[in-house]
């Protein structure tokens, strides 16, 4: 029986008619729902809501990239998105990675990768992973995606361009200083957007199925 703290029966209900400006709990709360909703498990779908929150924070558009990813996720499954292997972290199949496992596999990692990265969608999701890795080496680091570059500092500052919606990431360590600024402008989000994520939200209040259950579990490709 669902409790008041059960997962499936809180959450944002966005207007269908106009955009909105949410709070960072409701960008949480939305953005873990619609994960799970959408096949991810709810480790991995707590890490979406996480760093779309910590995104939303810093002035950035985090859930229409996620709607996007979620999106892409019904077409290839999530497993044919998770990394080969902890030194392989690049999708078996050809796919693009999912920027939410790969992040969780680097900060488990606690280093930047030896061997590069394969393509990764929605890679602006994967910049508050980058800011915990920064913390944890105690420097920043830089993403470069095609011609754009980000900059993601130990103390969550950011300093970024508009990045492609899939790309292969190289990563760096950066000597470059970002000024503090000014407080960041909380982001718009598009009906689309909202009404689509609620949609998958709604999906958690679903009974699992069996092949949900077998996409879901572990980040990393349980093939040999």
């Known amino acids: 029986m669902s409790g008041a703290s059960d997962p499936t029966t809180t959450g944002f209900r966005p207007p269908s008619d106009q955009p909105a400006h949410l709070s960072g709990n409701e960008v949480e709360t939305l953005a873990m729902k619609a994960a799970r909703g959408a096949g991810m498990d709810w480790g991995l779908a707590e890490e979406a809501g996480h760093a779309a929150r910590w995104l939303h924070q810093r002035g950035v558009n985090s859930l229409t990239p996620l709607t996007e990813l979620l999106d892409a996720a019904q077409s290839t499954g999530w497993t044919a998105m998770r990394p080969a292997g902890l030194e392989q972290l690049f999708a078996r199949k050809g796919d693009c990675l999912c920027p939410i496992t790969l992040g969780t596999v680097l900060t488990d990692m606690a280093r930047l990768p030896r061997h ?109």
């Not at 199925?209 to 093939?223: K, P, Q, T, V």
Request: proline share 9%.
């Open 116 to 224: 590069g990265i394969g393509a990764v969608a929605q890679p602006v999701l994967l910049i508050p992973f980058l800011g915990s890795l920064a913390g944890t080496l105690a420097r920043p680091i830089t993403m470069q995606v095609g011609a754009s570059q980000i900059i993601v500092t130990p103390q969550g500052r950011l300093s970024t361009d508009a990045l492609p919606s899939s790309g292969i990431p190289t990563l760096s360590p950066s000597g470059t200083a970002i000024d503090q600024g000014e407080k960041h402008a909380s982001p718009c989000y598009p009906t689309g957007t909202l009404n689509r994520l609620n949609a998958y939200a709604l999906e958690t209040t679903v009974p699992v199925s069996d092949a949900s259950r077998a996409d879901a579990g572990s980040a990393l490709d349980d093939n040999d």
